[in-house]
């Protein structure tokens, strides 16, 4: 367990959450779509007066267009990384390897079945998640599936000739009004779901600052990851030792 500097007025104990390649996927993703987002949505609605602000910051048009597909480009090279990354994690460690993010992974389905008890009312014991809450697979998954369709659909925009080569008109309408609705929603469900889950809500407002340092409290731990929490420490007093303990081996994700 190692502790934060003594001169911090909180001289509490953390735990690593998140290693470097985990807050690297994570800060590309989130700039990365940002970009994507204030260049994008401009577009969808043009004929408002802010969108014609922000397409004039970006220097017009034709700049808003090459700074969205850069941004797209950006998003790609970043998920392979994190594929990649993933997939040589799972090939070192394919003896011993676990994979909490997986939704039927073990003690999801229990700990989701106390956590609904829990905030209906009809348990008082709080639920007790391992690596990964629902809400975290929750965000996780969807981003596969908003590479799928957003990523995907803007491929095909991107290659025109060969879309309406091999693919009908009513599905080069479709994926047109898919790829920005669906980029509609992915702005609405973070900037709601999402950045209350992390940041806004009571116990980490105004701030989690997981995504920068990758360490979490003892506090966040027992609240977020009673579960896990229960086996490191059943691991560091097995260990018998005074140093920092990190969760164990599982499929790395950018959270």
Same mark, same amino acid.
């Given at each position: 367990?190692? &502790?934060?500097?003594?001169?911090?007025?909180?001289?509490?104990?953390?735990?690593?959450?998140?290693?470097?390649?985990?807050?690297?996927?994570?800060?590309?993703?989130?700039?990365? *779509?940002?970009?994507?987002?204030? $260049?994008?949505?401009?577009?969808? *609605?043009?004929?408002?007066?802010?969108?014609?602000?922000?397409?004039?910051?970006? /220097? /017009?048009?034709?700049?808003?267009?090459?700074?969205?597909?850069? @941004?797209?480009?950006?998003?790609?090279?970043?998920?392979?990384?994190?594929?990649?990354? =993933? /997939?040589? +994690?799972?090939?070192?460690?394919?003896?011993?390897?676990?994979?909490?993010? %997986?939704?039927?992974?073990? /003690?999801?389905?229990?700990?989701?079945?106390?956590?609904?008890?829990?905030?209906?009312?009809?348990?008082?014991?709080?639920?007790?998640? @391992?690596?990964?809450?629902?809400?975290?697979?929750?965000?996780?998954?969807?981003?596969?599936?908003?590479?799928?369709?957003? @990523?995907?659909?803007?491929?095909?925009?991107? +290659?025109?000739?060969?879309?309406?080569?091999?693919?009908?008109?009513? *599905?080069?309408?479709?994926?047109?009004?898919?790829? =920005?609705?669906?980029?509609?929603?992915?702005?609405?469900?973070?900037? $709601?779901?999402?950045?209350?889950?992390?940041?806004?809500?009571?116990?980490?407002?105004?701030?989690?600052?997981?995504?920068?340092?990758?360490?979490? =409290? %003892?506090?966040?731990?027992? %609240? &977020?990851?009673?579960?896990?929490?229960?086996? %490191?420490?059943?691991?560091?007093?097995?260990?018998?030792?005074?140093? $920092?303990?990190?969760?164990?081996?599982?499929?790395?994700?950018?959270?």
């Amino acid at each position: 367990m190692a &502790e934060i500097n003594a001169d911090f007025p909180q001289n509490k104990p953390v735990y690593q959450r998140w290693n470097i390649h985990h807050r690297l996927t994570h800060i590309g993703i989130f700039t990365m *779509f940002i970009l994507c987002s204030l $260049t994008g949505l401009p577009i969808k *609605f043009h004929h408002s007066g802010w969108a014609k602000g922000l397409a004039s910051f970006f /220097g /017009g048009g034709d700049k808003l267009l090459q700074w969205h597909i850069f @941004g797209g480009i950006m998003l790609f090279a970043v998920a392979f990384y994190h594929l990649g990354y =993933s /997939g040589i +994690f799972a090939i070192k460690n394919r003896h011993n390897l676990e994979i909490p993010i %997986l939704p039927w992974s073990k /003690g999801t389905w229990t700990a989701l079945k106390q956590y609904f008890s829990y905030q209906l009312g009809y348990s008082d014991e709080h639920p007790k998640f @391992g690596r990964y809450q629902w809400k975290e697979m929750f965000d996780y998954w969807a981003v596969f599936w908003g590479m799928a369709i957003i @990523g995907g659909s803007g491929l095909l925009m991107w +290659f025109p000739e060969f879309t309406m080569q091999y693919f009908p008109k009513w *599905f080069v309408d479709a994926y047109r009004w898919g790829h =920005s609705d669906e980029a509609v929603l992915a702005v609405s469900f973070i900037a $709601t779901w999402h950045l209350y889950n992390v940041h806004f809500q009571p116990d980490f407002f105004p701030v989690s600052w997981v995504w920068w340092d990758g360490n979490i =409290s %003892l506090e966040n731990m027992k %609240l &977020e990851h009673g579960l896990e929490l229960e086996m %490191l420490m059943e691991k560091q007093a097995q260990a018998d030792k005074g140093t $920092t303990v990190t969760p164990s081996k599982g499929f790395p994700t950018s959270g």
